[in-house]
């Protein structure tokens, strides 16, 4: 950990600050070209090729399916300013709240850019293995951790890019410290890149300011000591659309996909996310077939998935990997695995922003694993590593909740319908917000068990309309029901119209109930 004297900061960036402080004044010297872009694309050798035909015979391992949960650290130097998502394309945009953020708390983006926030990133309180641990126990079967965002700042080791945690900022290898805690405990890993898209995503750095005093002046995106991290002067900004999402540049790409298989070879992930379609055509389909073939060369078995969004950028085609839908949920039961990823609060930490509460997780956990899916859910960090209290607090409870009905939600399948219920939640991206009842139920499989989750807590009799006595999904009776979680015997009724369970007075956990059914 680097600690700097208001003094040093005030007398130059933060940037030469860390230079004169440990050392690294190379930082200021920029490579001659992008390295690896010189190197072909080529996957390892293996059954995958680099086409469509060859990577639609993919099929999702055993081990994708049954985990139903991750826990995603969506982290990095963009929470040092506790603003939220995209600060650091937002801070060059003037009248942006980010802009006026950073030019009171730091400067002038022409003299106190993004590269003078990354000696900030300390993350001075992050422990892996405590981290894990309690992510293992609120019922995470994997854990993700940033690669790289739009930023461009790697988060591991690097071979291809200075701008990385181990060289700067918190001098840790984030990455690394999050796979191996993953592994001790047997959970999966994965890791997330959000590379594709920072060459477009990132040109407002490269602008200036259209307002007095500093009228005219470029920001420190035009630097050219610093054009490997702001990726220079060009004519292709994102304009938010698809379009617009990924470059054309094929020096970038070739670049992208040098980093990216470096992140994939040293830390062997079980899950590659993109954030978009797959990027580049024949490049981006090269790393998905070297995601499988080295997969294969080291387990003897496929076990790798990548996920990635059916949002107009890049290609998608879901036969290729695990679709990705992000902050939303699919209509119905898809008959490929599928994953929602989404955060309890803004992808990155945000000192004024509202989280979800446990009820809200839980809830649309349950409707995600009935139709076939998985959550990947952020649980934000602070700059620093540490929870915030909102974090802790749903850690603390997916705990307890978990530690009685985990049994439905993990190693399940869809039943013949997702649910029944008043309550319609909207299809697609961006459309996660839903207001469940304790009538809205949803239904997993295990063996003979047929799980059947309220998306509320029950205050009376449940009546579940889709298990009435001659209903088209399940011929034999109900024979008999639980209540996980409860000691004592549960009270039902199979009726032509329901199938109506008497609840007991007290519940044994809170947020979402379930009831195990048995035929026979």
Known sequence: ??????????AGSFATALAVKAGTARAQTPPARLPGADVTPVAAPGPFQPTGASLSTYKTPDWFRDAKFGIWAHWGPQAVAGQGDWYARFMYVPGHPHYEHHLKTYGHPSEKGYKDLLPLWTADKFDPEALVT?????????????????????????????WNAVQMGPKRDIVGALRAAAKRRGLRFGVSEHLGASYNWWYPNQLYDQFWPKMGKRYDGADPRFVDLYHGNHDEPYLGDAATWYTR???????????????????????????????????????????????????????AVYSHKALGSGEFDKTWGAQDVERGVLDGIDPLPWQTDTSNGDWFYN??????????????????????????????????????????????????WMAVNASAIHGTRPWHIYGEGPTKPKQGAFQERAAYTPQDIRFTTKGETLHAITLGEPKGPVAITS?????????????????????????????????????????PTRHASVFAITFG
């Open 134 to 162: 309690r992510y293992e126990a609120a019922g995470a079967k994997y854990i993700v951790s940033m690669g790289v965002h739009h930023d461009n700042f790697d988060l591991w080791n690097s071979r291809h890019h200075r």
């Open 249 to 303: 540049n094929p020096e970038y790409q070739r670049h992208w996909f040098a980093r990216i298989r470096d992140l994939v070879d040293q830390y062997q992930p079980d899950l590659l996310y993109s954030d978009g379609g797959v990027p580049f055509g024949e490049i981006g389909r090269s790393m998905v077939a070297h995601l499988y073939n080295s997969s294969i060369a080291r387990t003897g078995k496929l076990d």
């Open 351 to 400: 000192e004024h922003d509202r989280y979800k509460s446990t009820d809200e997780v839980l809830t649309m956990l349950a409707d995600i694993v009935s139709k076939n899916g998985n959550m990947l859910l952020n649980v934000v960090l602070r700059a620093d590593g540490s929870l915030p209290p909102q974090s802790d607090q749903l850690l603390t409870e997916l705990a307890a």
């Open 1 to 10: 950990m680097t600690n700097f004297t208001k003094r040093e900061i005030l």
């Open 467 to 507: 298990l009435a006595r001659g209903n088209p999904h399940e011929r034999r009776k109900v024979r008999g029901v639980k209540l996980l979680g409860h000691r004592g015997r549960i009270d039902f009724q199979q009726t032509d119209q329901a199938l109506v369970i008497t609840p007991p007075a007290s519940l």
